[in-house]
């Protein structure tokens, strides 16, 4: 079985300060990947960054990159120079391989900007 | 707009209704996934279809059921409605069985059973 743990309470940021969000996993498949999805108020899950299994080096998309540590089995999202924007629920999920090719997410992470 | 359609986007109904939630997956993609967000549970997994046949089954009440049509739009049936149904229904597509291309959602059918 694969499992998504994401432990932090309500997180806060001070505006253009970077954050990281804690995720870490546990599945027993050799082949998987990770991902991580922001949820503003408005209810959308929105795409940020993927992470291979296989991938060597970690993954970056603009201000969002992924602190990927395969033998803690963890993958922490850190956000960069962070905006009002970012205000939202953060949530990380992963795929396995196989029958397991569906999504498991954590229960989330509220993350909040100050200005 | 992430090419994933549903709806309705909202839909109150009373306890022991039926309701209908639609699909249409992201053009290309064969996969559709059901996901339900309750404040409770947070986000689970229904069930995955995959060119029309069934591929994974999560934790989907009996009461429920879908489907996937040859034109790859998908249906969540949701019967017998109770209280604790009222939740947030995603339905997310990819382009192959085993969402080798990552995921992409819908913006969520917002279901109130009264």
């Known amino acids: 079985a694969q499992k998504i743990t994401q432990t932090q309470p309500g997180m806060f940021v001070q505006e253009k300060e970077a954050v990281t969000l804690d995720c870490t996993y546990d599945t027993s498949d050799q082949s998987y990947g990770l991902f991580w999805y922001k949820q503003p108020s408005s209810g959308e899950m929105i795409f940020l960054i993927y992470?291979?299994?296989?991938?060597?080096q970690n993954a970056t998309e603009g201000r969002y990159s992924l602190n990927f540590q395969k033998a803690r089995k963890s993958a922490n999202l850190v956000i960069s120079a962070s905006q009002l924007g970012d205000s939202a629920m953060y949530f990380c999920?992963?795929?396995?391989?196989?029958?397991?090719?569906?999504?498991?997410f954590g229960k989330g992470i509220t993350l909040s900007v100050r200005p | 707009d992430s090419g994933v359609t549903q709806t309705p986007k909202h839909l109150i109904t009373a306890t022991g209704q039926r309701v209908t939630l639609r699909c249409s997956p992201r053009?290309?993609?064969?996969?559709v996934y059901w996901y339900q967000q309750s404040l409770d549970q947070g986000l689970q997994f229904l069930i995955q279809?995959?060119?029309?046949?069934?591929?994974a089954k999560g934790n989907i009440l009996e009461r429920f059921s879908a489907q996937q049509f040859p034109d790859l739009h998908s249906e969540l049936n949701l019967s017998s409605l109770e209280l604790g149904d009222s939740a947030l229904y995603f339905c997310a597509s990819s382009r192959t069985l085993h969402g080798k291309y990552g995921y992409t959602f819908g913006s969520g059918t917002r279901l109130t059973v009264v």
């Open positions: 992470q291979g299994s296989y991938d060597e």
């Open positions: 053009s290309g993609d064969l996969s």
């Open positions: 999920a992963m795929r396995g391989a196989g029958a397991n090719s569906k999504l498991t």
């Open positions: 279809y995959y060119n029309g046949e069934e591929r």
